[in-house]
């Protein structure tokens, strides 16, 4: 048991790249400030995987998976339709 204790103390340190855990910090960064230009920049920078620009304006594609059109709608495909396969 001790060594599974030392292990956790050790990989509780290490940082969490995950989407979903990018996502929680950033949710939690929106909530606690006022919206300027630099919280905008991390949002884009953090949520947005890909930016498509279409034949009428654009497409986001964030980190999650989901992709948004210029007017906010979501597009329900799943990744592996969005990435071709």
Same mark, same amino acid.
């Given at each position: 048991m001790l060594i599974l204790a030392c292990a956790a103390e050790?990989?509780?340190? $290490?940082?969490?790249?995950?989407p979903y855990h990018q996502m929680q910090i950033l949710r939690d960064r929106i909530t606690e400030r006022p919206m300027d230009d630099e919280l905008r920049n991390e949002i884009l920078r953090t949520?947005?995987? *890909?930016?498509?620009?279409?034949?009428?304006? $654009? *497409? $986001?594609? $964030?980190?999650?998976g989901k992709t948004l059109e210029a007017n906010g709608k979501e597009i329900g495909r799943c990744l592996r339709q969005q990435q071709g396969k």
């Open positions: 050790k990989y509780s340190g $290490l940082p969490d790249y995950t949520a947005v995987q *890909e930016i498509r620009f279409t034949g009428g304006g $654009l *497409e $986001l594609r $964030l980190i999650n």
